[in-house]
Structures are given as structure tokens and as C-alpha cells.
């Protein structure tokens, strides 16, 4: 236990923030203060012990050299799921909100003989973590996979630290992000997006056609290019 | 190059120039050995482990968002490589043989009188503590980071750092009363 006078600076010099004067202080009041003379040397020799314990050889160090010869850095590439995961409260929330995204793009369908119902023309471009998806003609949920066949009726399910993108088009993608569920569902003969809750993000190419959110208070059309909804 | 800081290593590095990396694992490699000794008892798997974590480094380091922030990066790479170390282990269920040193025989360090014994229970009782506070102590001690550093490292206030680090340290404090004891008599 350190005198009470010096019980602050010795705590100081334990973590490492004294400066060289304050330092030069305590080294002098230590030599006529055996309190805290025991508390530093304590110190000292928890370091000693310490680094000894952990202490290695340097050779392993060798071996990283070598192999950084002969690998390259990855480049620096956009990462939307860290984007997404950032608090979104600039983009304001929408309390309660049952939202549908309406794309007129619904009419492409890619023929799948291997199902009895028609895939839609979406690719899963990108996929973090677990996310599940139900078919429609499936009571269960199983967990997705990179190349998976998107079908209408399907719901989706990202888990903590998941996302999901799903690719319309080269220039068109929605973008779910952890811990939400969205559902494509047939809306006068068109398919469309319903988020039930949590996050999702849409990039539209402008200028777009016709993009309808529906809330329980109505319906109305969305003009921008880029917009993140929560789901409360 | 030496006196280059951390923040131009990383952006050196990046720019093409290995040798930077170099000098940043010179300067993290007792960290990152230590924090793999704290979690893994077979000093040549924690220098694989250690190994992989620099590697990893490097090849995402393009995406450190704040270069300053290495250190604390590393150790997160580092811990979550001595993670699946464990969960691999468990799936293999392997035994390994490891060569059984004569029963408190000193060991050769900088301290000759701590025993093959004595490092093993130091690393245990480092290895008790919660993941939190082993960052914090290992950064501390190993790095020579000051606890102001690490809370830049680790992008957590001050006084969070300083908290942890007087738990960890009187944790370890009380833990290791006894061995103190025994260094001390030993050095006698």
C-alpha cells in the first residue's frame, strides 16, 4: 500500500504515464518512503516476471520474413457489410415500419428445370456468416450458400454479424444486414421485397423506374439512389 | 526505420516496402508471443500461431482503417488465431507428446531462478484471466505500451484501460503472492 499522497502518481507510474519529472520525483521520494518503495519494486518485479515467463526466442520472426516475400498485400476493397454495420441513426429510423420495395424487374425469371417453381434472375453476390432462407415450399429454414437459386416467396434470415446482397442486376442490389428478415413476395403480378424487420439497404442505378415503399399508414414512391431502412 | 512509428510502417508497408514489416514485427513479436504463450502451453505452436498472425497481418493491411492502431489490431488477429487454435485442437481430439522437463529444473532466461514450474503456473494464471484484461496486461508489460497508448490502440476511453489494467495487475498481484515469495527466497 503506497503512502496517500503518492497513491495517484504510483498508480501513474504503473501504467506507464508519467512524465520524466513527475518520474524523477517519485525515484526520490521512494528512498525515504518504504510504502511505496514496496508498491515500485513490486512493480518491477511482476515486469521481470512477467516478461520471462512470456519471453520467446526471436527465430520464429525469421520465418515471416521469408514469407512475406512471397505473398502479396489484398488490396484495399470496399467492405458493405463494416459500412452497414455502422450505426445508422443518420439515416434516421422508421419506427414500425412494414415496408415493400417494389422493383419493376420482377418479369426476369431464369428457367430452372431442377424446380418445380421458376428461379428469379437474382444472384446472391455476396454472403457473410450464417444466413438461412425458407423456400416457400419448405417448413423449414436451412442456411445459404454462396450460388444458391432465389426463388419467389423465399424469406431470408441473417443472424448476428451476417449479411446477405443480393444482386438484381449488374447495377441494381439490396443489401440485408445482420440480425434482419426480408421476403420476396408476388404484389400485382410483380415480385417484391417485404423487410419484416431489422436493416436493409437498397442501390439503385438512377434514374430508376418506380420504387414503392408501403407502410401501414400508405404507400408512396421512393426517388433516391441510395437508402437504408431499419425495421423496427 | 527504426524510428519510424507505427502509422508510417503500416503506410510504408503498404506502399510496397516489405522491410517495413519487418521492423513492426521486431517490435510486436514479444506481444505477440506472449499473448499466444498465455493461451497455448507448447512454446513451437505458439510461434506458428504467432507466425500465422503476422502473415494475416500483412496481407490485410490494406484494410487497418487507422494505421496508429496496429498493435491492437495484431492482438485481436492474434487472440481470435489462438481461438480457433482450441476449437481445432478439440475437433481433432489429438494428444500431443511433449518431451517432459525434469521436475523443477531452472530454466534458462533472463532470470535464471524462475523453474519450468514456476513459468507454467505464471502463464496459467495469465491465461485465467478474462481476454479483456490478458490485451491489456500483455500490451503493458510486453509492448511497453502505457495504458494511454493502448486505450488508442484499442479505440476504448483511458479509464476503461486504466480500470482493467488495475484488476488484471491485483489479480495477478494476489495469484502470484506465493511465487513472489519464492523468487524472493530464492534470490537470497
Known amino acids: 500500500m ?4 503518492y497513491q495517484t502518481i504510483v498508480n501513474h507510474y504503473k ?16 528512498k525515504t518512503c518504504s510504502a511505496c518503495g514496496a508498491v515500485v519494486s513490486e512493480f518491477s518485479q511482476m515486469q521481470m516476471i512477467l516478461e520471462d515467463s512470456l519471453h520467446s526466442s526471436n527465430t520464429g520472426k525469421e520465418k515471416i520474413s521469408q514469407a512475406i516475400t512471397e505473398i502479396e498485400i489484398h488490396p484495399r476493397t470496399q467492405a458493405p457489410f463494416r459500412k452497414l454495420l455502422i450505426p445508422l441513426a443518420r439515416y434516421g429510423t422508421a419506427a414500425a415500419v412494414f415496408l415493400v420495395l417494389g422493383l419493376f424487374w420482377g418479369s426476369r425469371k431464369a428457367p430452372d428445370a431442377s424446380s418445380q417453381q421458376q428461379a428469379l ?13 425458407k423456400h416457400p415450399w419448405e417448413n423449414h429454414w436451412q442456411k445459404m450458400s454462396p450460388g444458391e437459386s ?8 441473417s443472424l448476428h454479424e451476417a449479411a446477405l446482397v443480393l444482386s438484381l442486376d449488374p447495377n441494381n442490389a439490396v443489401t440485408l444486414n445482420e440480425n434482419s428478415s426480408l421476403a420476396l413476395l408476388e404484389y400485382n403480378g410483380r415480385t417484391e421485397f417485404e423487410i419484416t424487420y431489422g436493416t436493409v439497404k437498397a442501390t439503385l442505378d438512377g434514374p430508376h423506374e418506380p420504387f414503392f415503399v408501403s ?18 | 526505420m527504426k524510428t519510424l512509428n507505427d502509422s508510417q510502417l503500416v503506410i510504408t508497408t503498404v506502399q510496397g516496402n516489405k522491410e517495413s514489416f519487418n521492423c513492426l ?11 499466444c504463450l498465455s493461451r497455448v502451453s507448447d512454446v513451437s505452436e505458439a510461434e506458428d500461431i504467432a507466425q ?6 500483412y496481407q490485410h493491411l490494406a484494410t487497418l482503417k487507422d494505421p496508429s492502431r496496429f498493435a491492437g489490431w495484431l492482438t485481436r488477429i492474434i487472440q481470435k488465431k489462438c481461438f480457433d487454435y482450441y476449437r481445432s485442437a478439440r475437433k481433432n481430439r489429438t494428444v500431443s507428446l511433449s518431451v517432459v522437463s525434469p521436475k523443477d529444473t531452472p530454466v534458462f532466461t533472463s532470470n535464471p531462478g524462475l523453474t519450468t514450474s514456476q513459468i507454467k503456473l505464471i502463464r496459467e494464471k495469465i491465461s485465467t484471466l478474462p481476454e479483456k484484461y490478458q490485451r491489456v496486461i500483455i500490451m503493458r508489460f ?12 484499442l479505440n476504448k476511453r483511458y479509464g476503461t484501460i486504466s480500470v482493467w489494467f488495475h484488476r488484471a495487475y491485483k489479480i495477478l498481484r494476489q495469484e502470484l503472492t506465493p511465487l513472489f515469495v519464492e523468487v524472493q527466497s530464492h534470490d537470497m
Not at chain 1, 121 to 133: A, P
Not at chain 1, 150 to 157: A, M, P, R
Not at chain 1, 215 to 232: D, S
Not at chain 2, 25 to 35: E, F, K, N, S, T
Open chain 1, 150 to 157: 432465389i426463388y419467389e416467396g423465399d424469406t431470408f434470415l
Open chain 1, 215 to 232: 407502410t401501414p399508414q400508405g404507400r408512396f414512391e421512393a426517388l433516391g439512389t441510395e437508402f437504408i431502412v431499419r425495421v423496427r
Open chain 2, 142 to 153: 510486453m509492448a511497453g505500451l502505457s495504458t494511454q497508448e493502448i486505450s488508442q490502440q
Open chain 1, 2 to 5: 503506497t503512502c496517500k499522497a
Open chain 2, 52 to 57: 500465422e498472425g503476422f502473415i494475416q497481418a
Open chain 2, 25 to 35: 514485427v521486431d517490435r510486436y513479436w514479444p506481444m505477440a508471443m506472449a499473448l
Open chain 1, 121 to 133: 434472375g437474382i444472384v446472391v453476390s455476396k454472403l457473410q456468416g450464417n444466413v438461412l432462407v
Open chain 1, 15 to 30: 501504467e506507464g504515464i508519467l512524465d520524466q519529472e513527475a518520474l524523477d520525483d517519485l525515484q526520490q521520494h521512494i
